[in-house]
């Protein structure tokens, strides 16, 4: 049998064309979303862009608060106000200026934590930097000075010993109240390196622990020949029954008591006035005691017991 096929006429193949070429020209209709009108396409015009989602990464994200004080600055902080308080106190200065470091390093490694963002303190964290800088500094400044104190020692110390013949040969005529007097000499005396007298001591304010104090005030001539202060050249000690009281630390300064008068300086022949606040353990009486601070013989002392 004879297969039927279709005749293509030049009529159908013109429609055919045309046809095929209005489906080219015609844009592309994305998918309608779901709950959105729909929109009649229109010739001629570009159909509209199907967004694109949204996906958490794309959002902007809110600048991280910084989460808490840094540790760093607080421990450095302590490191420097301890290190601050004993670098006044000489020998035990030495652990006041590994303080000072210590709190340093700590300080600033809680400074770069602020400046990141991720801690909050930096106000605490460059005071504490500050008092360990100040423990290195007065530190380094209390051992100079000690170190001076102990060259004017070594000098004198020579000296007295080539005088020592000439006052072995005067001192058989001498009388015991005109020659230099060795052993304790009560109130007022002489040391190697000062002249010294014990004024007075008496009860005073309570220290920054709420205990209770005594206030030595002791006066003092430099008899060595460069600048010194008392705590440089005079090793002032109060005991009470037997046992040595703690230095006072005073929150604020009581009535005749000056926190740089141990510490300032006086010309060769001057003299200065140095007050010392102690710690009482008791009611009991207070022997107070001057010596050289650099010196292994302590039998040269000037000391007075004083009833509160």
Known sequence: ?????????????????????SQENQPYLYPQQPGQPSQPAQLGQPAAAYPSPAFPGNQPQPPKKPQGTTICGIIGLIFGLLGFV???????????????????????VGIIGTFRGKKKGKVLSIV???????????????????????????????ADAGSASSQ???????KPSESKQAGTQDLEG????????????????????GMPTVLVTCQWKNNTDKNN???????AQAFQQGQALDTAIYTSNPAGYDANSALAEVQPGATGTATIGYVLSDDSAVSVELTDQFSLDDSLKVSHTFKL
């Open 1 to 21: 049998m004879a297969k039927d096929m279709t005749v293509m006429t030049p009529e159908r193949q013109e429609k055919a064309v045309e046809m095929t070429n």
């Open 86 to 108: 004993l670098s006044f106190i000489p020998i035990i200065n030495n652990l006041a200026a590994i303080l000072g470091v210590i709190g340093v390093i700590l300080a600033l």
């Open 128 to 158: 504490a930097a500050a008092f360990s800088v100040l423990a290195i500094v007065i530190t380094f400044s209390m051992q100079a000075a000690a170190g001076k104190a102990l060259d004017d020692l070594s000098g004198a110390g020579s």
């Open 168 to 174: 072995q040969s005067s001192s058989k005529a001498a």
């Open 190 to 209: 002489d040391l190697k390196s000062a002249h010294v007298k014990i004024v007075s001591a008496v009860r005073s304010d309570k220290d920054y622990n």
């Open 229 to 235: 202060s008392f705590m440089i050249i005079v090793n």
